[in-house]
């Protein structure tokens, strides 16, 4: 059989943007078949489709249906690229543990899943706990995994507290592994992280670039 077309970032991009949930499951068909760089294709293909979605949403060009669509087709791509993934990093060791959830009383997702999807294809190992987490099973998790980071979003102002809160359960925990907290959201600001304690993130493409810092 001839080489496969790789299919190209282009490609990728437009159909998160278009929210074509079937195309992007092809697309990420063809990537693992082709033999094309998983990594690439997700941090320069179907990661740029996604963040364009966000934008349109934050300039009122998109709705929620757009949005959903939008995270819908990133999140069938994933899947079937995450397996490749996991096999590409079997060999060498995650470069962290990472617990990450939407705090108590927020249920968004869609940003706090594409710093999941980052993560992970950036070689950490990543626990997602989803959204409305509460302060005890974001600390009961990271104990029982030793996660070195806990990351922690809250798209709300009304829910930012309770990332103070985290910080300060995370404080007083078990000393022997502390994880590093990580925090982001739209409300969220490198001043109220330094205030309770925490790192912070303005977008997904940061929060992959500041867990490296925190651990490295």
């Known amino acids: 059989m001839g080489a496969m077309n790789h299919p190209s970032h282009a490609e990728m991009s437009a159909a998160v943007i ?26 320069s293909g179907f990661a740029p489709g996604i963040r364009r979605v966000g ?11 757009e949005l959903v669509q939008g995270a819908e087709a990133m999140k069938a791509a994933m899947e079937i690229l995450r ?86 359960a995370l404080a007083a925990g078990r000393p022997a592994k502390r994880p590093r907290l990580l925090i982001g959201g739209a409300p969220t600001t490198p001043a109220w992280a330094a205030e309770i304690g925490a790192a912070h993130a303005e977008n997904a493409h940061r929060a992959v670039r500041v867990a490296e810092g925190l651990l490295g």
């Open 83 to 168: 397996p490749a993934l996991k096999a590409g990093s079997a060999a060498r060791a995650p470069k962290g543990r990472i617990v990450i959830g939407t705090v108590r009383g927020d249920l968004h997702d869609i940003g706090k899943g594409l710093v999941a999807t980052l993560l992970a294809a950036s070689g950490f190992e990543v626990h997602d706990l989803g959204n409305d987490v509460a302060v005890e099973e974001f600390v009961a998790r990271a104990d029982q995994l030793g996660a070195d980071i806990v990351a922690a979003s809250a798209l709300l102002t009304t829910t930012m507290t309770v990332q103070r809160d985290l910080a300060r």
């Open 18 to 43: 278009e929210g074509r949930i079937e195309r992007a499951r092809d697309i990420a068909r063809s990537v693992i078949a082709s033999g094309a760089d998983v990594v690439a294709a997700i941090e």
């Open 55 to 65: 934008e349109l949403w934050e300039e009122g060009e998109y709705f929620l249906p």
